[in-house]
């Protein structure tokens, strides 16, 4: 049997049905759907749907009637007990001395504390040695990092900055933190690493590495892919990061999307769970780059939702405390614990913010996103309802008019077109709004002074029973 990546169990899917039955269409679906594939196919599918007979194990259930609607299939927040859950408040990109990051460990720890932050990944990078800033020139030698000491760790340099007590930090349960142990990738396209130890070093193989690539013990050329593969191994998570970066950085290349959509296909959401949403900023002529990475995150949805999820992260990539993007991520969770973290961005079970600021640590105040009180999915009435606050308005988005790209990926800042704003409110009727295909997410916006604050959720998958 295939496996599902998130599904309710029979017994609630049948439980929720507005009439005692539920669709064996829409169970099948997802029962007999094949990896990545768009559409069902499967000839015992075809079987299932005409006799009205879903085997799921040795649970036979056979329907009264057809059914024919749309019903939301994948709710990344159906566990959440909104009465109950904290939101806890996480930074998933963050850099200090150990790699290109102008700090100590120390200080960035209670910056981020201080900041209302009670989850923290560190995520040097695997290919610089510590103090690059010293040796470029941007931090004073005396301000540099001694860590890590003798003897060095087994993959120095790629290690990671773990645990924080080796490198002059606290240890996370002392300052009330969830501390994970996480790396940037480098070589290739970035990717961050989570709840593993993994980093890549070989000798570098021209004046241009990591950027022009490296090679092995054997002289075997690593991609990403083996990356992802090696991460899997190890038992670690990843996520791809700042997929619209851009082309005018000399380390940089931008990937057009039939990559992306093969790695995804390529690797599983046990372990390739997302992409980096909001590590983006306003280029020189104000026009948004985000629109690179949200255009992208759409494109994705429309090609794999609801069967292979692919979840949206807010990161803020801090390198210098009193220059930070103001992007950050919330947890929703009953457990302040590591093991809960990881769930929840196995899951999606978390939002994400960005507004158009840039932060001061050490003197900003930070900013009051538009806030998700709770969250309601009702397949009955055919709605989904966001209860919030500190907002203007909610847009709820599905997939793009269109794949095909408008403009040239490499140079331009809107290559795709953007997902649809299909509707307004805090509440939609998804049978009965018009443009929706097979997801929908929610974004809350307020704008104020100029300055624009969001509040992303994640994707919605739904699944027409025609």
């Known amino acids: 049997m295939t496996k599902v990546w998130k599904l309710q169990d029979t017994e609630e899917l049948l439980a929720n049905s507005s009439n005692g039955s539920f669709s064996c269409i829409t169970i099948q679906t997802f029962i007999m759907m094949p990896l990545n594939a768009s559409s069902p196919s499967q ?8 006799l009205g007979v879903v085997i799921c194990g040795t649970i036979f259930y056979q329907t009264n009637q057809p059914v024919s609607e749309t019903r939301i299939v994948l709710n990344p927040y159906s566990s959440v007990d909104w009465s109950s859950s904290g939101h806890y408040k996480a930074a998933l990109h963050v850099h200090t001395l150990q790699s290109d990051g102008y700090h100590m460990l120390e200080d960035v720890v209670h910056a981020y504390r201080d900041a209302g932050f009670t989850i923290l990944a560190i995520t040097d990078h695997d290919w610089n040695y510590p103090n690059a800033r010293v040796g470029w020139g941007h931090v004073p030698e005396e301000e540099a990092s001694p860590y890590p000491k003798e003897p060095k760790p087994e993959n120095f340099p790629a290690n990671t900055t773990w645990p924080w007590t080796d490198y002059g930090g606290p240890a996370p349960e002392a300052v009330d933190m969830v501390g994970i142990e996480a790396a940037e990738l480098t070589f290739r396209h970035h990717i961050n690493s989570y709840f593993t130890d993994y980093g890549v070093w070989y000798e570098r193989t021209g004046s241009e590495a990591p950027y022009g690539g490296i090679v092995n013990e054997e002289n075997v050329e690593i991609w990403e892919d083996d990356q992802l593969f090696d991460i899997r191994e190890s038992g670690g998570i990843a996520i791809l990061d700042h997929p619209g970066l851009s082309q005018s950085h000399g380390f940089w290349d931008r990937k057009p999307l039939y990559w992306y959509i093969e ?28 629109n690179y990475d949200e255009g992208l995150w759409d494109q994705l949805l429309a090609h794999f939702m609801p069967e292979r999820p692919v979840w949206g992260f807010g990161t803020d990539d801090m390198h210098r405390l009193d220059d930070v993007r103001d992007s950050h991520t919330v947890f929703l969770l009953d457990e302040h614990t590591e093991e809960a973290v990881r769930d929840a961005m196995k899951t999606g079970q978390f939002y994400f913010t960005k507004s158009t600021l840039r932060l001061n640590f050490f003197d900003d105040k930070m900013s009051l996103f538009p806030s998700i009180e709770s969250i309601f999915v009702d397949n009955d009435a055919g709605s989904i309802s966001i209860e919030a606050g500190n907002y203007d308005t909610i847009h709820w988005i599905s997939a793009p008019e269109s794949a095909d790209p408008i403009n040239d990926y490499k140079t331009s800042d809107q290559p795709w077109p953007l997902g649809t704003i299909v509707h307004e409110g805090e509440t939609i009727h998804y049978r009965d709004v018009q443009g929706i295909n097979n997801y929908l997410r929610a974004e809350i916006i307020r704008e104020e002074e100029g300055e624009l604050y969001r509040t992303f959720t994640n994707p919605f998958g739904l699944i027409n029973t025609d």
């Open 43 to 50: 000839p015992l599918f075809i079987m299932a749907a005409f």
């Open 263 to 290: 790695r995804f296909n390529t690797h599983s959401p046990d372990y390739l769970i997302g992409m980096e949403v909001t590590n983006t900023d306003r280029t020189a002529d104000l026009q948004l780059r985000e």
